[in-house]
């Protein structure tokens, strides 16, 4: 069984008032990509999705974009 594991994404996060969106467009691809070449049996995604408990709708957008892709 091939199993791919992620945590802690933290989507929405600011980091000194510099959104990191891009950032999670970039690596939530990349993680997409290892995905489709892989084509594991299981994704598990541990840990935070979200940076807080009241997400932006720009990062619930990204995290619902990614999810439905794995899930393909």
Not at 12 to 29: C, D, I, N, T
Request: charged letters at 30%; zero cysteines.
């Amino acid at each position: 069984m091939k199993i791919l594991h992620t945590s802690d994404w933290h989507v929405g996060k600011v980091l000194k008032g510099r959104s990191r969106a891009e950032e999670h467009k970039s690596v939530l691809a990349g993680v997409i990509d290892i995905a489709r070449a892989e084509q594991p049996d299981l994704v598990i995604v541990a840990g935070d999705l979200y940076d807080t408990a009241a997400p932006t709708p720009e990062a619930t957008r990204l995290v619902t974009r990614a999810l439905t892709a794995l899930r393909r």
